[in-house]
């Protein structure tokens, strides 16, 4: 039995259970050809922990099954079997097994360990932080996305929220309160939804207090060469009336124009815009997940080359295409809070399906409208809102179980990574910070609670809210870690108007060489401010306790 | 000469400021002998006071009668003059061209300057060679201070004091300078207080084809080697370059004759190549049309950051040769007043906290800049916009920014060592380029001395060293840390000096209100725990003065 306590869990203090243990294994570093650090390797049902006994401190490497994304058998070296390890969260880590068998049986073992076939085989199912049963059932109330519609002010004489949906039956991928236009009909729904991908009706995102604007999202209609549905183009009229300050709306596909085209022979598409009254019609461009997924492994080759001159590193990050795609992420968000912010309009956004592009989208323009999503629970309430209960389908998108290969992509990866670079231009801006983005994300790929499980909301509330934990009270819990020393909220309501010049785009070292410590500054601003804030709350504690001491004993 | 001979209209009425990033301002612009300024003639809006010696080129526009003037400023500041009447705007273009391209050197700003401020320290005395000197007897009796140069005739580019082995006699230093490009014989740099090994600089040696060899430089450069340790010749060119140097007559030393020295190439570019780096550089990022992958491949192309990545590299080579092998390292290029210098100086910055002070980052500029004789007045006539066509050899080069940039990179890793902010960093670059003080005037302690800077100009040290502004200049991250400092020389680890190349193409107020956000809170938290001191040792007094504590 191996008695362990992984810092980054916080805390979770508990017995795990060694399944097989190796010794004198080597941990080579990932680009050097410095001295390999000697140590145990363990291999528990959730976790590979290597345990360095070469040095005098006590230095231990966890890394949970679910965030290892590939594993690999090298040949036979002179000193042993390689191992090579790539994780989701960027972490990579090569080990040399003195021996071909356990190398064998570690790789088999992580290959079944770090994708179950069931859901039901995740970390969070096993998950139990010795919370009795309320705890865990009043977690799962901590953010109420439908509460944020009554923060924007609904229900208005705008807009209103209908359970037309309740059992799934209008969208099952959607959640089950939609906002809609309160002179929506409920055929012009129902049609509505009838002629959108999947039953994706038009629905609220963001509605925008100060200017009446509202961002709604969809997914593509099925207009194929020449279908049109009188419903659907009610609907859009409905969206458009429930903004007095604008006399047209937007509708944008975030899709390259050739790739919705393409759509078209297939019964699918994007709207005429001869059909639809007052719309002005747009699209942004942004490529599909799987020209994400081949631009990150791209990225991550680059991060990967042993000692690249800067040329080859400045190529190979051009050639990734990821910061055209990071940049193309950003346009679209503020094409979107633009339009709503300063020319008053609404906008209806849609892809294909609606649930990739649209959520980076959507979720990037809300920041930038409305400060509540620039606070640490205002972003729990966002992905909350936008991503978990409108049907990002994290379980797919982020390979949590065994499954079609193609059907992974980093779309939630890219729209923290805008946030992040938000967050560069803005350091005022936000209330939360770095560690934050990179703490959610670690989240979405280790399995630990049951947030980030499943591909919609319907199949969450069959079996998540039951058996496993909401990550967003222990992220709240850990809030002092999180908080952004300068964040100034007297910025107030301030819409966000970043510069998208190719040069204000970062390469995100914090994310993608994250656990390559050497390539990081070696002193970290954020962390030296963090303590001082820790000091002056102790300190203003310390002059309240003298001031009390002094008024008792000498007045 | 006068300048009103060079000033055709010294005022026009109606003129329209555009700057990026700031509101439009119209005033009348004057021209004086050495400013350009610009004044709306209204309280508290800006107006703008440009040295001529900031130009860097001007190019002029017609639109009907209305002419525009593009000013292109050596600290990469763009902006645009709107200016009435075709002939008033071909006047002040040309006198403006005039002005900002003056030969003599005699009448320049710094020569007719006089400080609004009180000189406290006279900042041309702040940093004497003998000074240092001081330091380092105290820490070593092997080294002597030579005055064999104090006429500079034995190298022109040299002070006339250098620190050089105790053994070696001046006669040996004359025939070793012989030997040594431009007489630029090996000298002491830095010496490492921790295992007592040295760093020293030179020029490249004349071997030529035949491979001339000198006993007497031999002799110098063994003189700093303990007793069967070796030590490292670190030559800022490839092995290449070094070979076709002896066909001019320089080269490198051999194995055969040099036994005690292991040689390493590595590959810092020569200035005219970082000159054009810089200018494509500065095309790139001011120019907004850019996609993604265009930005990307012409700040590729434009090889600044390989530079950065390279200059960094050798001096963390250097460093480690010292530090970590415990080993005694000469270094040199070609001439040893550009490469040399950059390697040296960020060397000493790695391994020695107090070249990562205030006071002590002017030392190091001082000891090895101006002093080893980099030529500023040759490397800062132009900057990224000019195009040099008027010089029949192009001098420019931005060896120094470069260096400056990659003390930010150091920085940038380690935010609490600096004792300095990037604004001082900054403010360096800016007057290099253009400045009132006479500081960075001249190309070596020789033609300082003749242009008698000391007396007749001020020092720029004399101003960054008043309090309020060491003030404005300081880290308050800054926690002294007497360590050697490592930076990490990976690309990923490599940014963009945004405060420079960035810095007119973005607002800034962001950045501003984040740093002035940053202080307060420092700040603050240093006042509080004073008071929280303050009040524990009162209450102590108290308590030990309060007749009933004795009691209980």
Request: aromatic share 10%.
């Amino acid at each position: 039995m191996y008695h362990g306590h992984n810092i980054r869990e916080g805390r979770w203090f508990t017995v795990v259970v060694i399944l097989n243990h190796i010794t004198e294994v080597q941990l080579l570093d990932r680009y050097t050809a410095k001295k390999p650090a000697i140590g145990t390797l363990y291999l528990t049902a959730t976790h590979l922990i290597f345990v360095e006994t070469s040095c005098n401190t006590r230095k231990e490497t966890w890394i949970i099954h679910h965030h290892i994304a590939t594993v690999e058998k090298l040949p036979l070296t002179g000193t042993g079997y390689p191992l090579n390890i790539s994780c989701k969260n960027f972490h990579v880590v090569h080990f040399v097994i003195p021996s071909e068998r356990y190398c064998q049986d570690v790789y088999h073992s992580l290959l079944r360990l770090s994708q179950p076939a069931k859901l039901e085989d995740l970390f969070a199912f096993l998950y139990n932080p010795k919370q009795d049963e309320d705890d865990r059932r009043n977690g799962w109330g901590f953010i109420d996305s439908a509460m944020d519609f009554k923060r924007m002010g609904l229900p208005n004489e705008f807009w209103e929220l209908t359970d037309l949906n309740k059992n799934y039956e209008l969208c099952s991928t959607y959640h089950s309160e939609l906002g809609i236009p309160k002179t929506a009909r409920k055929d012009t729904v129902l049609g509505s939804a009838k002629f959108r991908s999947r039953g994706r009706l038009p629905t609220l995102s963001y509605y925008h207090k100060e200017s009446n604007g509202a961002i709604c999202r969809c997914s593509q209609p099925l207009s194929g060469i020449s279908a049109r549905c009188l419903e659907d183009e009610e609907m859009l009229q409905a969206i458009s009336r429930a903004n007095p300050n604008s006399t047209f709306m937007y509708v944008v596909d975030t899709r390259p124009k050739l790739n919705a085209m393409a759509n078209r022979a297939a019964g699918k598409g994007y709207e005429n815009a001869d059909n639809y009254s007052n719309i002005r019609f747009q699209f942004v461009g942004i490529e599909n997940i799987h020209v994400m997924r081949n631009s990150l492994q791209k990225l991550l080759e680059v991060c990967a080359m042993k000692s690249p001159t800067m040329s080859d590193y400045l190529t190979g990050l051009e050639n990734s295409g990821w910061l055209r795609h990071i940049k193309a992420v950003m346009d679209a968000g503020v094409f979107l809070a633009k339009a709503v912010a300063d020319e008053k309009a609404s906008v209806l956004v849609h892809c294909s399906d609606g649930w990739d592009r649209t959520a980076q989208v959507c979720s990037l323009a809300s920041i930038l409208l409305d400060n509540f999503y620039r606070t640490i629970k205002g972003l729990m309430v966002l992905i909350e809102k936008e991503w978990i209960s409108m049907g990002h389908k994290f379980t797919q998108r982020c390979g949590h179980v065994d499954g079609d290969p193609k059907e992974v992509s980093p779309v939630f990866t890219q729209f923290l990574e805008c946030v992040w670079n938000l967050m560069e231009q803005y350091p005022c801006g936000f209330e939360y910070n770095e560690k934050y983005l990179l703490e959610i994300h670690n989240h979405v790929y280790s399995c630990q609670f049951g947030n980030f499980i499943g591909n919609c909301q319907r199949e969450r509330e069959e079996m998540l809210k039951e058996k496993t934990f909401s990550v967003w009270p222990f992220l709240w819990e850990n809030r002092q870690q999180y908080i952004n020393p300068l964040y100034k909220c007297s910025l107030g309501r301030e819409v966000l108007r970043p510069s998208t010049l190719p040069l204000n785009f970062k390469f995100w070292c914090g994310m993608y060489n994250h656990f390559d410590k050497g390539m990081q500054p070696k002193q970290s601003i954020l962390d030296h401010l963090l303590t001082i804030i820790q000091k002056r709350v102790e300190g203003e504690k310390k002059m309240t306790d003298f001031q009390r001491v002094s008024r008792y004993r000498f007045v | 000469m006068e300048f009103a001979e060079l000033i055709k209209t010294p005022r026009v009425d109606g003129v329209v400021l555009r700057r990026p990033f700031q509101p439009t301002v119209e005033g009348t612009l004057c021209l004086t002998g050495h400013h350009l300024i610009l004044s709306s003639r209204q309280d508290n809006t800006e107006e703008l006071w440009l040295l001529h010696a900031n130009i860097d080129c001007i190019e002029k526009r017609f639109v009907g009668t209305l002419g525009t003037i593009i000013v292109k400023c050596k600290d990469l500041r763009v902006i645009q003059l709107d200016i009435p009447g075709m002939e008033e705007c071909l006047n002040i273009a040309s006198s403006i061209e005039a002005l900002s391209t003056l030969d003599s050197v005699s009448l320049m700003y710094p020569f007719f300057y006089r400080p609004m401020f009180e000189v406290i320290e006279d900042g041309w005395n702040s940093f004497l060679p003998e000074d240092s000197f001081k330091d380092l007897e105290s820490m070593t009796d092997e080294w002597r201070l030579s005055d064999v140069n104090q006429d500079y005739c034995v190298c022109a580019s040299y002070p006339p004091l250098v620190a050089v082995p105790k053994d070696v006699d001046d006669d040996t230093l004359r025939k070793a300078a012989a030997f040594r490009h431009a007489g630029r014989f090996p000298v002491l740099s830095y010496y490492h207080k921790k295992n007592g090994m040295v760093m020293m600089r030179s020029g490249q040696p004349l071997t030529g084809t035949n491979g001339r060899r000198c006993k007497e430089d031999e002799k110098l450069i063994n003189a700093t080697l303990r007793a069967g340790k070796r030590g490292y010749i670190i030559d800022t060119r490839t092995i290449a370059v070094a070979q076709q140097a002896k066909a001019r007559g320089g080269g490198f030393e051999s194995e055969a004759n040099y036994p005690q020295w292991r040689r390493i190439h590595k590959a810092i570019e020569r200035s005219s190549v970082l000159q054009e780096s810089l200018i494509k550089l500065v095309e790139a990022c001011n120019d907004q049309s850019h996609n993604m992958d265009r930005w990307l491949s012409k700040l590729e192309a434009s090889n600044w950051q390989t530079h950065v990545k390279e200059i960094l590299t050798t001096a963390c080579l250097a460093a480690q040769c010292i530090d970590r092998e415990g080993a005694s390292v000469l270094v040199h290029g070609t001439e040893g007043t550009d490469s040399t210098l950059q390697v040296t100086s960020l060397a000493q910055i790695i391994l020695d906290p107090t070249c990562r002070t205030i006071r002590g980052f002017q030392a190091l500029v001082e000891r090895e800049w101006l002093q080893a004789g980099h030529p500023f007045q040759q490397r800062c006539v132009q900057s990224a916009y000019g195009n040099g066509s008027s010089v029949k050899v192009r001098c420019e080069a931005p060896v120094f920014l470069l260096f400056l940039d990659c003390v930010w990179q150091i920085l940038r890793q380690f935010p609490c060592s600096f004792q300095f902010s990037e604004h001082f960093l900054v403010l360096l670059f800016e007057h290099a380029y253009a400045s009132q003080f006479g500081t960075f005037l001249g190309n070596s302690a020789a033609e300082r001395a003749k242009l008698k800077l000391s007396q007749k100009t001020v020092s720029l040290w004399s101003w960054v060293n008043r309090p309020q502004e060491a003030q404005r200049l300081s880290n308050p991250l800054y926690e002294a840390n007497s360590l050697v400092i490592w930076p990490s020389v990976a690309p990923q680890s490599l940014l963009l000096w945004e405060g420079v190349f960035l810095r007119w193409n973005r607002s800034s107020r962001c950045l501003d209100e984040a740093y002035e956000e940053m202080v307060h809170i420092i700040e603050y938290n240093k006042e509080l725990q004073n008071k929280v001191n303050s009040l524990r040792r009162q209450l102590a007094e108290l308590e030990t003065d309060d007749p009933l504590q004795h009691t209980e």
